[in-house]
């Protein structure tokens, strides 16, 4: 989605519950990024626990499938496993789930500080907002990651594009690829094309 590179994510669409300090704020949590000079190239909050989180506004509902994660760059710090919700609106969060389930998914984070971790999603996800929630973590709570997916409109028989989305259990998801190939199957043959 373009967390590593500031022309795409800014460092405003960055927040964060906490940070432990000017260093450690969350728009130093881009995936492969390196300490410099002051900055420790990671986010870490100032608490140890389950409520801390850091949060990617994508300013526009994507298709999220997956994350990619790290833990701080040349320490023994990192992420064992989190939680991670979403939500259109910034205010309503809904965690991912397993199909047809309301626990809060826990995923399996890293097992060093340095090698990308990734998860992919059973399903892809609208949305605006992201957050993650670290669980379990290696010293501290130190965190870079990435977010996987892209923005890909829906053809509909009026020729127009949407992007619709499904709520299946608790989570909305957009319909697999299947449903616009037949979508535009079912237009082009009302069309002879």
């Not at 300490?35 to 420790?40: C, T």
């Not at 996987?148 to 989305?165: D, K, R």
Request: hydrophobic share 35%; charged share 15%; glycine share 8%.
């Amino acid at each position: 989605m373009g967390l590593e590179q500031r022309s795409q994510i800014t460092d405003v669409q960055f927040t964060a519950s906490t940070s432990y300090d000017f260093s450690t704020v969350a728009n130093q949590a881009r995936l492969n990024n390196v300490a410099n000079g002051r900055m420790v190239g990671a986010w870490i909050p100032r608490f140890k626990d389950d409520q801390q989180w850091i949060q990617i506004d994508l300013l526009h509902p994507k298709n999220i499938t997956g994350i990619v994660t790290q833990g701080r760059p040349g320490h023994n710090q990192w992420v064992k496993s989190y939680i991670v919700r979403t939500s259109l609106d910034g205010v309503n969060f809904i965690p991912i789930t397993d199909f047809g389930k309301t626990t809060p998914l826990i995923f399996a984070g890293n097992i060093d500080h340095e090698t990308p971790k990734t998860q992919i999603f059973g399903q892809k996800i609208s949305a605006r907002f992201v957050r993650v929630y670290p669980v379990t973590f290696e010293t501290s709570i130190a965190l870079r990651l990435e977010l996987l997916g892209c923005f890909v409109p829906a053809v509909t028989g009026t020729g127009t594009t949407s992007t619709t989305t499904q709520t299946t259990g608790s989570t909305p998801v957009t319909p697999p690829l299947s449903k616009f190939l037949v979508t535009f199957n079912i237009w082009s043959e009302a069309f002879e094309l």
